[in-house]
């Protein structure tokens, strides 16, 4: 996949200015995570991304060939069972029943959620609903994996094997550009990182580089209110 260009974006709602001439590179593989303070600018930087929002202005280049899925924050699950919530991903691909069954099961064994196959979507916990979300997204195989806050919700053990999920569907190719404020998981999990402030990209580079040693103050703000980085420097 190619890789993703925010030119001068700009995004007005309701007359306040959420996206200020947003200029991003986004590079074609590996995991890229969006940062920043609350109203920054990050949800609605992967809402327009993914088409969910227009921009007021400025040029959006995402490939147009790219298979996309997006994990909300609050995942968006139908009232019908686990294994008819990953399955209703599979209905644009075409696939066969077979197949469609296989990829389900194989996806809901991956979250460790085979056992619940059957049992209502709805009645999952905020962490059950965020890792049937994630099985569905894996189970497309999506060449991009637009992720907010995908483990906000969820427990240690959860947590970490929804972040080996994300590593493996980036080391198999899925582009994934994913918000945290869970600086830690940043460190873990991304190449590179983007921060945010007030609609616009203030820093862009590895992630460690950018993490210990950021250049610009808003950055440097940021990440100073976030995190003690001595536990972070010390975990490499």
């Known amino acids: 996949m190619a890789g993703i260009t925010l030119t001068d974006i700009r995004l007005v709602l309701n007359r306040t200015t959420i996206l200020d001439s947003l200029s991003l590179a986004i590079p074609p593989s590996g995991i890229t995570a969006l940062v920043g303070p609350n109203g920054a600018g990050k949800s609605?930087?992967?809402?327009?991304?993914?088409?969910?929002?227009?921009p007021t202005g400025g040029s959006l280049r995402v490939p147009g060939a790219a298979r996309r899925a997006f994990v909300f924050q609050k995942p968006a699950l139908i009232r019908a069972s686990a294994a008819a919530n990953v399955a209703l991903g599979l209905v644009p691909l075409s696939l066969s029943r077979a197949e469609r069954r296989e990829r389900t099961r194989a996806a809901l064994a991956r979250v460790g959620l085979a056992h619940r196959?059957?049992?209502?979507a709805t009645r999952f916990s905020g962490g059950e609903q965020q890792r049937l979300a994630l099985a569905r997204a894996w189970a497309a195989r999506p060449d991009l994996l637009l992720l907010d806050e995908p483990t906000a919700n969820l427990d240690?053990?959860?947590t970490e094997l929804v972040e080996a999920l994300i590593a493996e569907m980036a080391a198999e190719g899925t582009k994934v550009v994913l918000v945290s404020h869970n600086l830690a998981q940043v460190a873990r999990l991304a190449a590179d990182v983007i921060v945010l402030a007030r609609g616009?990209?203030?820093?862009?580079?590895p992630t460690r580089t950018t993490l210990l040693s950021p250049r610009t103050p808003e950055a440097r703000a940021y990440f100073d209110g976030e995190l003690p980085w001595t536990s972070l420097a010390a975990a490499s």
Do not use: C, K, N
């Open 44 to 54: 609605a930087t992967l809402r327009v991304i993914d088409g969910l929002l227009v």
């Open 156 to 158: 240690p053990s959860a």
């Open 200 to 205: 616009r990209a203030v820093e862009h580079g």
């Open 117 to 120: 196959a059957g049992d209502p």
